[in-house]
């Protein structure tokens, strides 16, 4: 008894001194939760300096990150819920609860916060945004130029099934998600490309074409874009797209918006044309683990049968994490991200310069993408009639 006392004496110490004399030792917290630390109290300001002084305390004694990472372990894989952090709370004025950044739905499945509130706003809207997108494509099909477009769904558009069981504002929401799929499901032009029912229905089947901890479509995902991309551009180079199936693990972004640090493990399926890609000299490299922005340029080779000439893929993230099963269909290729960091100016050259165009926006962001913008069409109307 006396053994057990004394080490829970040792422990207890350790617990509430230890960060003490880790930080007299030099130890320095770094931030960690996507916030800079808590400034230190100013002592001019009075007695309003306490009310800073519990989260500057709490934020720079060291070995806080650890402790808050196992906490927000705990939550995630033992309470099966998420961090107090990401799980909303109140709004400016008070009148209610906010969306969380992330929710978790069934079987620890992410989703991003956003799409649920964008739904919302963007009722009565959304088969407008893909009209202005559609108007855009027929501008550049004008000139000659072959053109595709189509829209990256949102996570909760394909993976129904793990939803969570309370959305918010859920009346709102699941009708908002209903129409937005009706539309993406049936909007009829030559140009268009849906791919949201056949992801859907190989989540509905476990094929898992989005990653269970990321915004994104995994390769399982992307190879279905590429498979009807082909099919559209070149039914010959269709015929012989073969899938090389795997696994592949990754952190997610929602995995770290929600304070957790893990890496998942999903089923891939790469595409495969016999043709070998080369990023061209200044390209940036293309890394499907991260994030790169900036242009990428490639070549494949040999050529035979890939789509001919130049082709320029305008669009978001979704089309950066495609990209891989995408860039082997064509001969030669690029890729402009959309204010990260193209203009509006560099696509209308780029676009101009090409024999292909496929432009793509993500679902949440349709009805206020900058391709659809009219003053996007009035600059490229102005730059298609200047070549002429």
Known sequence: ?????????????????????????????????????????????GWRALDALAPWASDHLPGREQAVRAQAWVDYHVLRTLPRTVRGGPTGDGAGPSTPTVLRGSDGVLYLGEEFDKACADRGRFRAGLKRLARTA??????????????????????????????????????????????????????????????????????????????????????VLAERLAERLSPRLASRLTLVKGTRARTGDLTLLAGLDFEERSPTADVATGAQVREAPGSEAFDETKSVYGEHRWTSVPRTGLVRGRTTIVGDSFVYFGLGNLRPLFATGEFLWVGRPATVPQIIERILASDTVVLETVQRALTTSVLGERSFHRQLKRALAAEK
Request: aromatic share 10%; net charge positive; hydrophobic share 45%.
């Open 138 to 223: 027929r501008l550049i099909e004008s000139s000659g130029r072959r053109v595709v477009f189509f829209v990256g769904p949102n996570k909760s558009a394909v993976d129904a099934a793990h939803l969570p069981r309370f959305l918010p504002s859920a009346e709102c929401t699941r009708q908002a998600l209903a129409e937005q799929n009706r539309v993406l499901d049936t909007f009829e032009d030559p140009r268009y490309l849906s791919v949201r029912r056949e992801l859907a229905d190989l989540a509905a089947a476990g094929e898992q074409p989005y990653w269970r901890t990321d915004t994104h479509w995994s390769t399982v995902g992307s190879a």
């Open 1 to 45: 008894m006396r053994l057990y006392r004394a080490v829970a004496g040792v422990v207890a110490l350790l617990f509430v001194f230890g960060p003490l004399l880790a930080l007299a030792s030099g130890v320095r917290p770094t931030a960690f939760e996507n916030r800079p630390l808590a400034a230190a109290p100013d002592p001019a300001a």
